[in-house]
């Protein structure tokens, strides 16, 4: 059974840190990526980070110097520890898995996702 379940979203302020996880179950080729993608209000869905099995790490450029993606795999777990966070950066933030992946590169937020969480609200007041 497929299972996609983000947690640790919440509120906090301006130049606080957050640590969003997301389970992963079910995916069992070697070759796949995971993503965390938000979305804002007005504002389409979008990746923020994205890691493959090789630990490549890609960020989008709003978040590269405040985020970090990473994966504890013996877990099937996912991170993105957020820091630095300022209200552009309220919004949902969904974990995401794109199997047969390969490995990330120059167009790697050129996706198409297998299977998404739900979703965590996090929250960054003006």
């Known amino acids: 059974q497929v299972q996609v379940e983000e947690s640790g979203g919440g509120s906090v302020q301006a130049g606080g840190s957050l640590r969003l996880s997301c389970i992963t179950s079910?995916?069992?080729?070697?070759?796949?990526?995971l993503y965390w993608f938000r979305q804002s209000t007005g504002k389409k869905r979008e990746p923020v980070a994205a890691?493959?099995?090789?630990?490549?790490?890609m960020y989008d450029e709003s978040v590269k110097r405040r985020f970090t993606i990473s994966e504890d795999s013996a877990k099937h777990t996912l991170y993105l520890q957020m820091n630095s966070l300022n209200p552009e950066d309220t919004g949902t933030y969904y974990c995401?898995?794109?199997?047969?992946?390969?490995?990330?590169?120059?167009?790697?937020?050129?996706?198409?996702?297998?299977?998404w969480g739900r979703g965590t609200q996090v929250t960054v007041p003006s």
């Open positions: 995401a898995v794109r199997t047969y992946c390969g490995s990330l590169g120059a167009g790697w937020n050129l996706y198409s996702i297998d299977f």
């Open positions: 079910g995916i069992f080729d070697n070759t796949y990526c």
């Open positions: 890691i493959d099995t090789l630990n490549t790490r």
